[in-house]
């Protein structure tokens, strides 16, 4: 959001507009947490090469697995942006979403823009480092990493998936951004950093700035 009030509500004023002429939860949230938590990182999670990116993954997960998708577990979820598009998606048979970030100002943020999932059970939102977690006593049915390129020591993260576990990951090429500590070339590089044993997709999208990486399989 901007520094000038005026602006802020003349956008605040069509978003609430969007949420009523479309029927929209989903706007009628963003408009609460655009409200509740005003600043420029939230125009970021939420810009063209974000949704595009988390459009790309929604579209390639149906065709692929379908969309039977029972307990998701959504890592680096930052504001929870992808649950709200996945939650939203008619296509989808969701049982519930958890979006986990190590960044303690994520979890409220996330949960605002989900709010109407929060209310019925649908989604959580936990501060938690990834390599942390147990994903085998968790019972997730699939595991998403969009942030692959964020994770240092991915062979450690990796390790924790059991086997057979279903995987969607994404990275990219976008070196010398703060936090890019593991970017990649190609997607041999990025099949080499996580060996799944049953491959059912690989692709790359051309973004202006930086080619977007992804797999879907099983460890």
């Known amino acids: 959001m901007s520094t000038d009030p005026n602006k802020d509500s003349f956008y605040q004023d069509i978003l609430k507009g969007l949420g009523v002429y479309f029927d929209s939860p989903f706007v009628a949230d963003i408009r609460e947490t655009a409200e509740r938590f005003p600043g420029p990182d939230l125009g970021h999670a939420l810009n063209r090469n974000q949704v595009t ?3 790309w993954l929604a579209d390639t997960l149906f065709e692929t697995i379908g969309g039977e998708l029972g307990r998701v577990c ?59 977690l147990d994903y085998g006593e968790e019972g997730f049915d699939l595991v998403i990493n969009t942030s692959c390129e964020h994770v240092e020591k991915i062979g450690d993260w990796f390790g924790r998936i059991p086997p057979g576990g279903l995987l969607t990951l994404q990275s990219n090429n976008y070196y010398g951004i703060d936090g890019h500590v593991n970017c990649i070339d ?26 977007r990486f992804m797999l879907i399989g099983r460890k």
């Open 186 to 211: 190609d997607l041999g590089a990025f099949k080499a950093q996580a060996p799944l044993s049953e491959l059912l997709f690989e692709g790359q999208r051309k973004l202006p700035s930086y080619t």
């Open 53 to 55: 990116s988390k459009k």
């Open 74 to 132: 959504i890592l680096g979820g930052w504001y929870g942006v992808l649950g709200a598009m996945l939650l939203r998606d008619r296509r989808f048979d969701i049982e519930t979403v958890c979006s986990v970030d190590k960044d303690p100002t994520c979890e409220a943020v996330a949960g605002c823009l989900n709010r109407t999932h929060v209310d019925t059970g649908k989604f959580t939102s936990l501060t938690a480092d990834m390599v942390d």
